[in-house]
């Protein structure tokens, strides 16, 4: 099994910046990628950045491109999203996702609030 804890949420104005982390534990034998999912009050859960270990490449929501950056360590199984210049609608649940050993595991989430 795979868990997976995220932290560094918070409240924060807009313009301004939140590191969220995550790591992964357990018994992981086959490392795909890690990345950020997010879902906002009312809205359904959408893609933010991922991390791919076996290409060593990124992607990011268009939305995102220029303030985020998603980094990551995959010898410790963690990976952080830099947000700078925050706006109103980031606000949402983040969500860590890890693809490993041919599944897909979770962790709770972590609330980001941005005020206007």
């Known amino acids: 099994q795979v868990q997976v804890v995220e932290s560094g949420g918070g409240l924060v104005q807009a313009g301004g910046s939140l590191r969220l982390s995550c790591a992964a534990s357990?018994?992981?034998?086959?490392?795909?990628?890690m990345g950020w999912y997010r879902q906002g009050p009312g809205k359904e859960r959408e893609f933010v950045a991922r991390?791919?270990?076996?290409?060593?490449?990124?992607d990011y929501l268009d939305s995102v491109k220029g303030r985020f950056t998603i980094s990551g360590d995959n010898t410790k199984d963690t990976v952080y999203l830099q947000m700078n210049s925050l706006k109103p609608e980031d606000t949402a649940v983040y969500y860590c996702?890890?693809?490993?050993?041919?599944?897909?595991?979770w962790g709770q989430g972590t609330q980001v609030t941005v005020s206007s």
């Open positions: 357990g018994s992981i034998f086959s490392r795909y990628g």
């Open positions: 996702h890890v693809r490993a050993n041919f599944h897909d595991y």
């Open positions: 991390l791919n270990w076996t290409i060593g490449s990124t």
